[in-house]
């Protein structure tokens, strides 16, 4: 069995263009082309990918955003789920909800499935990264195998290196498997490790810890899974706002902070971020975002005071 934890599946609504510089205001039938363009690219490169043995019922996508908010319950439940309907809010028409709904209904199945298997003895491969959600993720699920007490013997563990050369020569750095081409994903099966059973514990024990500090942020700080607090990267996104004119495109600041920082957030972590900032009288909105579109696509002003 095979378990990536990758932000690539965080956001349901996902247009592929959240790291991008806006320079308009894109429609919904451009923003759906974009999605079905970028699901038919990954098709693609799936039916051309190098096998990694099994067929796809091996792979379990465990996507539940635990760097962000109430970690606190034993098994997700409503309390991830306000999460991530908080989280989704910022996407029209109600879909984050409906995606967060998904999300927990799949989870529970895939757990139940993938207990059984490891109970029958089934080998599993964690693919994991230091991007907040892949490593929250990692610790978490090894913690629920820790309860099911499977076996250190059966788990293995790929690790996304931090750079690498292509096949050009050039240096490659990738923050998460999910900016990893399905199709090369093969690459780094010699990456593979045997999971230590020190290594074991000691993750499970540290996602317990941070179950009872319940912080509302965790993040990757000089290489270590920390509790941070909410306002943890407002720096970087007030910054940007500072670079703007007393008028500003909110869809800017998002693109910018995402690519300039390369921080490992979501584009939702980001707008809400934002949102704080109007409910605290620093920005006031000029122009909202049409129904059909995340909330940050919208003008902001700076205030007065500020």
Same mark, same amino acid.
Request: negative net charge; hydrophobic residues 35%; aromatic residues 10%.
């Given at each position: 069995?095979?378990?990536?934890?990758?932000?690539?599946?965080?956001?349901?609504?996902?247009?592929?263009?959240?790291?991008?510089?806006?320079?308009?205001?894109?429609?919904?039938?451009?923003?759906?082309?974009?999605?079905?363009?970028?699901?038919?690219?990954?098709?693609?490169?799936?039916?051309?990918?190098?096998?990694?043995?099994?067929?796809?019922?091996?792979?379990?996508?465990?996507?539940?955003? $635990?760097?962000?908010?109430?970690?606190?319950?034993?098994?997700?439940?409503?309390?991830?789920?306000?999460?991530?309907?908080?989280?989704?809010?910022?996407?029209?028409?109600?879909?984050?909800?409906?995606?967060?709904?998904?999300?927990?209904?799949?989870?529970?199945?895939?757990?139940?499935?993938?207990?059984?298997?490891?109970?029958?003895?089934?080998?599993?491969? $964690?693919?994991?990264?230091?991007?907040?959600?892949?490593?929250?993720?990692?610790?978490?699920?090894?913690?629920?195998?820790?309860?099911?007490?499977?076996?250190?013997?059966?788990?293995?563990?790929?690790?996304?290196?931090?750079?690498?050369?292509?096949?050009?020569?050039?240096?490659?750095?990738?923050?998460?498997?999910?900016?990893?081409?399905?199709?090369?994903?093969?690459?780094?099966?010699?990456?593979?490790?045997?999971?230590?059973?020190?290594?074991?514990?000691?993750?499970?024990?540290?996602?317990?810890?941070?179950?009872?500090?319940?912080?509302?942020?965790?993040?990757?700080?000089?290489?270590? $899974?920390?509790?941070?607090?909410?306002?943890?990267?407002?720096?970087?996104?007030?910054?940007?706002?500072?670079?703007?004119?007393?008028?500003?495109?909110?869809?800017?600041?998002?693109?910018?902070?995402?690519?300039?920082?390369?921080?490992?957030?979501?584009?939702?972590?980001?707008?809400?971020?934002?949102?704080?900032?109007?409910?605290?009288?620093?920005?006031?909105?000029?122009?909202?975002?049409?129904?059909?579109?995340?909330?940050?696509?919208?003008?902001?002003?700076?205030?007065?005071?500020?």
């Amino acid at each position: 069995m095979t378990f990536p934890f990758s932000n690539r599946y965080c956001n349901p609504l996902d247009t592929s263009v959240t790291s991008s510089v806006y320079h308009y205001k894109p429609t919904k039938a451009e923003i759906e082309a974009v999605q079905q363009e970028a699901k038919e690219r990954e098709r693609l490169a799936w039916e051309s990918a190098t096998p990694l043995g099994g067929n796809a019922a091996d792979i379990y996508g465990l996507n539940l955003v $635990l760097s962000i908010g109430d970690i606190s319950e034993n098994q997700p439940g409503i309390r991830r789920k306000q999460t991530l309907e908080h989280l989704y809010s910022v996407y029209p028409n109600g879909e984050g909800q409906t995606a967060a709904h998904e999300i927990l209904n799949s989870l529970s199945e895939n757990l139940k499935a993938v207990r059984e298997r490891a109970a029958a003895g089934e080998s599993l491969r $964690l693919w994991y990264s230091r991007q907040p959600d892949e490593i929250c993720g990692f610790y978490w699920f090894l913690e629920q195998l820790n309860q099911w007490e499977v076996q250190s013997t059966q788990i293995f563990t790929v690790k996304l290196p931090e750079w690498e050369a292509d096949d050009k020569g050039n240096i490659v750095q990738q923050s998460s498997w999910g900016e990893v081409a399905c199709d090369e994903w093969y690459r780094h099966l010699d990456l593979q490790k045997p999971m230590l059973p020190v290594f074991y514990q000691i993750c499970a024990s540290h996602w317990r810890a941070l179950q009872k500090e319940n912080a509302p942020l965790r993040a990757t700080l000089n290489g270590q $899974l920390v509790s941070a607090p909410e306002t943890l990267y407002d720096d970087f996104i007030i910054r940007e706002i500072a670079a703007e004119g007393e008028n500003f495109q909110e869809a800017m600041i998002v693109g910018r902070t995402l690519g300039k920082y390369q921080l490992g957030i979501s584009d939702s972590w980001v707008a809400l971020r934002i949102e704080e900032m109007i409910h605290a009288g620093k920005l006031e909105v000029v122009t909202p975002a049409s129904k059909d579109m995340p909330i940050y696509y919208r003008v902001l002003k700076k205030c007065a005071n500020e």
